[in-house]
């Protein structure tokens, strides 16, 4: 079974820019998370979508945004780039099958943005 | 205060040596407790999860959660090169796919 997949791997902008990264989860997952990691804050949770609909949001501006398609892929969209926005960005995918103890989260690579 | 209190070492230690790593936390409301190993340029896999206080031992790992003293524990035994990684502590009040990480500690075992 192929794992989590994020695209680009890799990617360079520049301050006011706005960049769109995607996530396919694994087949049959539902529900897809992203984090944001960080030197200085680690990770930090961004946003969870189970069945297109946004279902938990973390502590970040509304410059972060993201959906959530019916074949569960997954899309993040950052506007007006700032430096500080530079980071590893960090998708997972989960059954959410609500069984006794939390879903298991499996994350993708990751994609690295870097903002000049 | 953040919610989740990590040392981010580095932490460097021979072969075969036992290791702890450690996590506190403040909002007593979490009741999953999650280990996560992070290799150079992958995501995070999880190791072992524990529910409310306790011990869990998986082979060469042993998780330890004291929710009174709000204080988290992995410790690895016989350690091995293979296991040099940055290891993060994750929570979630369960109900919630939203974890809380610690920003992690990088460990390496030299051979």
């Known amino acids: 079974k192929a794992g989590v997949t994020q695209t680009p791997r890799y990617l360079i902008k520049t301050r006011g820019q706005q960049v769109t990264l995607s996530c396919s989860p694994i087949?049959?997952?539902?529900?897809v998370s992203w984090y944001q990691q960080t030197p200085g804050q680690g990770l930090q949770f961004l946003f969870e979508y189970f069945s297109e609909t946004q279902r938990n949001k973390g502590n970040f501006p509304g410059r972060f945004s993201g959906r959530q398609f019916s074949n569960s892929r997954s899309e993040m969209n950052v506007s007006t780039l700032e430096l500080g926005d530079s980071a590893l960005y960090l998708c997972?995918?989960?059954?959410?099958?609500?069984?006794?103890?939390?879903?298991?989260?499996?994350f993708g690579p990751g994609t690295r943005l870097t903002v000049l | 205060q953040k919610e989740v209190e990590q040392d981010p070492g580095p932490l460097s230690v021979p072969e075969g040596a036992i290791v702890s790593l450690n996590c506190t936390y403040s909002n007593s409301a979490f009741q999953y407790f999650m280990w996560y190993r992070q290799y150079s340029r992958k995501g995070p896999e999880l190791l072992m999860y524990?529910?409310?206080?306790g011990n869990k031992e998986d082979g060469r790992f042993t998780a330890q959660v004291d929710k009174s003293s709000k204080y988290i524990s992995l410790f690895i035994r016989d350690s091995q090169p293979s296991d040099s990684a940055t290891y993060l502590c994750?929570?979630?009040?369960?109900?919630?796919?939203?974890?809380?990480f610690g920003k992690g500690m990088k460990l390496t075992v030299n051979p």
């Open positions: 087949s049959g997952h539902r529900s």
């Open positions: 524990t529910y409310s206080s």
């Open positions: 997972a995918s989960s059954l959410n099958q609500r069984l006794a103890g939390p879903d298991t989260q499996y």
């Open positions: 994750a929570m979630t009040q369960g109900g919630s796919e939203k974890l809380v």
